[in-house]
C-alpha cells in the first residue's frame, strides 16, 4: 500500500484546481462565484504559503461544477470523470 504524502497531495490539488480554473475561463473570481466561496478563500488555496486542503464541502462544490471527480482532485485517482 502506497504511503499518503500530504505535501504531495495538496500540490496536486492546487495543480488541478488551477487547470480547472484556466478551463472554466482562467478567471478566479468567478470561478469562486460558482463554487460558492470568496476570493480570498480561492487565493489561499491555490498559493504556496499554506499546506492545507479545503473542506469537504468545498472540494465537493469544486468537483460538481467542474465536472470532475473529487478523488481525481485531490490526486487519488487518474481519472478525472465522476462516476
Do not use: K, N
Not at 40 to 55: F, K, N
Amino acid at each position: 500500500m502506497a504511503r499518503y504524502d500530504r505535501r504531495q497531495t495538496i500540490r496536486l490539488f492546487r495543480e488541478r484546481l488551477a487547470a480547472l480554473i484556466e478551463r472554466a475561463g482562467g478567471r478566479q473570481a468567478e470561478f469562486a462565484r460558482r463554487i460558492g466561496v470568496d476570493r480570498s478563500t480561492l487565493s489561499q488555496l491555490l498559493t504556496g504559503r499554506e499546506d492545507r486542503l479545503p473542506r469537504a464541502d468545498t472540494v465537493a462544490a469544486i468537483a460538481q461544477t467542474s465536472q470532475v471527480s473529487a478523488d481525481w482532485l485531490l490526486g487519488l485517482s487518474q481519472e478525472d470523470q465522476a462516476e
